[in-house]
């Protein structure tokens, strides 16, 4: 049985984890509520523009981009899967790779090629570990993307799939559907797929330049902003996760430190009654 200088070294030990782990909670909240704003203020945009070209497309019947380019068969796909650079946050970065894995097989299986890149050090450590081929890792990425950063990867993969090196391109992260809810997504990017309904307004309305130049201009900044909303997301989640992982770590350090200071009185309530035994049977033996 532990004595009681053990039990209370154990209570100080858990209660400074404590104090670590709540600290790392409330650090972790204030930084999702700035990365869930800034997903909310880029969701308007991004719709909006997929309007808008959608609407361009329906007035530009017939123009042709590499962007929209859709291949008879897959023969190559780029992949990027985005992580963490840090853990702590509970099944975050193991969800995201896990479905990553399993598309990549899936690929494989298909008789597709598969170039992987990497965001974050938790992926790479991953894929070095399983002895997955990646062709190139990004670890810059923290949990400020900038749209300059979306654009540097945007750009090298409409690059690739505009000369024909890739047929298509999809992103692995993990999507935010609201402050209760992320889940690990796989979104195809390229090529873009545009809703050829029907928009009256469309027939109607006046383009400056036409219809056909605006939507070239627009179709390469529509995915940069896939790529920006990909970024965003997966650090909104990432922060939303380590808050929730830091506050169940906090509440299991409460219920510890509740358990051994239970046994911590026990233990000194044995400890003085056992004085108290033992000071009453010298009494009698001297009496």
């Not at 532990?2 to 930084?31: D, F, G, P, Y």
């Not at 081929?133 to 505009?162: L, N, R, V």
């Not at 928009?199 to 036409?210: L, M, N, T």
Request: glycine share 4%.
């Amino acid at each position: 049985m532990a004595t009681l200088r053990e039990i209370k070294n154990r209570i100080q030990a858990v209660s400074n984890t404590q104090k670590i782990t709540k600290t790392m909670e409330m650090i972790s909240a204030a930084k999702a509520k700035r990365a869930t704003d800034k997903v909310h203020a880029a969701q308007p945009y991004a719709r909006k523009l997929n309007e808008l070209v959608s609407s361009l497309s329906s007035a530009s019947k017939g123009t042709f981009h590499p962007l929209l380019r859709k291949p008879e068969s897959i023969k190559r796909i780029g992949v990027l899967i985005v992580t963490a650079n840090r853990g702590l946050c509970g099944g975050f970065n193991n969800n995201v790779i896990k479905l990553a894995l399993l598309k990549i097989m899936e690929h494989t299986n298909a008789g597709i090629q598969v170039e992987v890149h990497l965001v974050g050090k938790k992926s790479v450590n991953v894929f070095k570990y399983k002895k997955v081929a990646f062709e190139k890792s990004y670890t810059h990425i923290d949990d400020k993307p900038s749209f300059t950063d979306a654009s540097e990867f945007a750009d090298f993969f409409m690059e690739k799939f505009e000369t024909g090196y890739f047929d298509a391109v999809e992103i692995v992260s993990t999507k935010y559907l609201s402050s209760s809810k992320q889940t690990a997504d796989v979104n195809r990017v390229l090529p873009l797929t545009l809703d050829n309904k029907s928009d009256s307004r469309a027939g109607s309305a006046v383009f400056e330049p036409d219809a056909e130049t605006i939507m070239t201009e627009l179709l390469p900044r529509a995915t940069r902003v896939a790529f920006y909303q990909a970024l965003l997301e997966s650090v909104a989640s990432e922060q939303i996760a380590r808050r929730i992982a830091m506050k169940n770590a906090t509440d299991s350090a409460s219920d510890m430190i509740k358990d051994m200071t239970r046994s911590y009185n026990r233990a000194r309530q044995a400890k003085i009654t056992q004085e108290i035994s033992e000071i009453v049977a010298g009494a009698d033996s001297v009496s």
